[in-house]
């Protein structure tokens, strides 16, 4: 392990839902979930585990639309906490000030829908972190916002877990050009969402519609692939 790599600490990682769930709600969902998209898809759906590396303004809405669409399993990576900077592109809201993004995500998962089952890892993930944090998720949703550690993150996972498929996204700053957000597929296990350009530099700023567009984007490579369509 080198230096500057944090300890595994496994006393950061807790799971939903409550034993207290209301099980009623559960089952009028299911039902409801599977009127909509019929009950072979729902199942299918139900089956799948997909991991979100990073909580803001990417993960945290992957994470809303994979909720509402019944995947069953969700593993939930961040060590950060909601600051009210964050409110004008991530799902938080103002009572959410303060908590970490793990657990406040959780909580709004919950009023969602109270039957899926989530892992929470409020810690840094690290080369050394990846095989025991992930090696669960069939499919991973890379949401980092700083640079190296989107690379380091699609890097490790190709090298250690090269059976998972890499969602990833990548340049979504500003406003408008919205026919320029697209997918590409740059591998057997790797889709890339956004424009692939644009940065925070100069007065180009991270809003809500961009960042929604690529967030929908990779929750729907994350459907597509789910399903056994094409992303």
């Known amino acids: 392990m080198e230096k500057n790599e944090q300890k595994t600490d496994f006393s950061s990682i807790n799971s939903w839902p409550p034993l207290e769930t209301e099980e009623n709600d559960v089952q009028h969902l299911w039902q409801a979930l599977c009127s909509r998209h019929g009950r072979d898809v729902q199942e299918q759906l139900a089956k799948a585990h997909v991991a979100v590396a990073g909580l803001g303004g990417l993960g945290s809405n992957i994470a809303v639309q994979l909720t509402r669409i019944g995947v069953g399993k969700?593993?939930?990576?961040?060590?950060?906490?909601v600051d009210i900077t964050n409110l004008n592109r991530q799902h938080y809201f103002l009572q959410h000030v303060g908590q970490y993004k793990?657990?406040?995500?959780?909580?709004?998962?919950?009023?969602?829908?109270?039957?899926?089952q989530i892992t929470c890892i409020t810690d840094r993930l690290t080369p050394s972190t990846v095989i025991p944090y992930l090696?669960?998720?069939t499919i991973v949703c890379e949401a980092f916002d700083v640079a190296d550690q989107k690379a380091m993150l699609v890097r490790e996972i190709r090298r250690q877990l090269p059976e998972i498929t890499i969602v990833s996204g990548n340049g979504m700053a500003g406003y408008g050009r919205t026919?320029?957000?697209?997918?590409?597929?740059?591998?057997?296990?790797?889709?890339?969402?956004?424009?692939?350009?644009?940065?925070?530099?100069?007065?180009?700023?991270?809003?809500?519609p961009r960042v929604v567009l690529c967030a929908s984007q990779m929750a729907n490579v994350v459907t597509s692939i789910v399903l056994g369509g094409k992303p």
Request: aromatic fraction near 6%; hydrophobic fraction near 40%; include cysteine.
């Open 74 to 81: 969700l593993t939930l990576l961040d060590f950060d906490r």
């Open 179 to 208: 026919n320029d957000m697209c997918v590409k597929r740059l591998g057997t296990h790797l889709y890339l969402c956004g424009d692939g350009y644009s940065g925070i530099e100069g007065k180009n700023s991270v809003m809500a």
């Open 102 to 116: 793990t657990e406040a995500l959780r909580k709004i998962l919950a009023m969602i829908n109270p039957g899926i």
């Open 135 to 137: 090696q669960e998720s």
